[in-house]
């Protein structure tokens, strides 16, 4: 059976919005006037495309409302925190007020420390990096500028739904590889008996 035009477009695009919910296109442009734009499709001839970029919506932010995608998949925030730290907690209570979707670190181990310490240069907590700018300690005008400054909306506009993740270890112990992991309470082999020649006098050379 042959068939149209029509009818070939009626079954492929569910396939593709398939697709489109699980993977989208970024596209940055330049216009003539030097202003750079950033959208979910193709700029027009009269735009540069300066950068194309996918991500993946398979992630917390899948329902996010584009703008704050955009600034979620392009300068992910990270809070580093300890227990008993009131800066730490100050913090968090902002990120949540203003709305920003952050994955929080524990720092309690001296692992954690250490691993602090290799990404911040120190060990002054909190510490919040978003994309690739960090920041010492909490200061809300520093954070509201630094927010801004990654492309995040103004206001509130996380889903109502939206969850944070649990908090995790910042330097998490790797799990032995059950593989290479003796059983336990299996005694090792017994080494195979060292079969003497029949004309070894006692002698080593």
Known sequence: MKLTSIQVC???LPLCLLADA????????????????????????TQKLVETKSISTSQ???????????????????????????????GKTFLKSAGIPFAEKTVKSNADSDKLKQLSGDIQLPFLTIGSNKLHGYNQDDWKAAISAASYPDANRLPATYVYPQPESAAPASKPDSASTPPK???????????????????RF
């Open 185 to 203: 309470n299996v005694a090792p082999p017994a080494p195979a008996p060292i079969k003497k020649p029949e004309n070894d006098n006692g002698f």
């Open 10 to 12: 009626a079954m492929v």
């Open 22 to 45: 699980t993977q989208a296109q970024l596209y940055k442009s330049v216009g003539p006037d030097g202003k750079v734009t950033y959208s979910d499709t193709p700029p027009p001839a």
């Open 60 to 90: 917390d932010f899948n329902n996010f409302p584009y703008e704050l995608k955009l600034a979620a998949s392009k300068n992910p925030v990270v809070l580093y925190t300890t227990s008993n730290c009131k800066p730490c907690n100050e």
